[in-house]
């Protein structure tokens, strides 16, 4: 049974860091990736990483302050989030398949986790 598992989420101030960890199991994929979705918005894609580790890739708005990278002996992807702003804010979610921006690409999806950005 393939599950996935986000952690780290959290309260941090802007201009703060947060670092969330997808522990993967089950089988293994050729990328993660990381989407989040704020209140009454849709979903979006954040970043994506080949499983190992090879490629990465980021949408604009993550590129220079998110770091996403894969741990292929712990099964587990991460993504370092560094000068967050409050705009940030939104349930973040991983999700396994392709190496992709499009969600109809990952197959596996986690529960998701909150981050919060504010003062």
């Known amino acids: 049974q393939v599950q996935l598992v986000e952690t780290g989420g959290g309260l941090v101030p802007p201009g703060g860091s947060l670092r969330l960890s997808c522990a993967t199991s089950?089988?293994?994929?050729?990328?993660v990736g990381w989407f989040r979705q704020a209140p009454g918005k849709e979903r979006e894609f954040v970043a994506t990483?080949?499983?190992?580790?090879?490629?990465?890739y980021y949408a604009t708005s993550a590129k220079g302050r998110f770091t996403i990278s894969s741990d292929v002996a712990e099964n587990t992807v991460h993504l370092q989030m560094n000068s967050l702003k409050s705009e940030d804010t939104a349930v973040y979610y991983c999700?396994?398949?392709?190496?992709?921006?499009?969600?109809?690409?990952?197959?596996?999806w986690g529960q998701g986790t909150q981050v919060t950005v504010s003062s």
């Open positions: 999700a396994a398949g392709l190496f992709s921006v499009a969600e109809k690409d990952y197959d596996y």
């Open positions: 089950g089988r293994s994929f050729s990328a």
């Open positions: 990483v080949t499983w190992n580790n090879s490629n990465q």
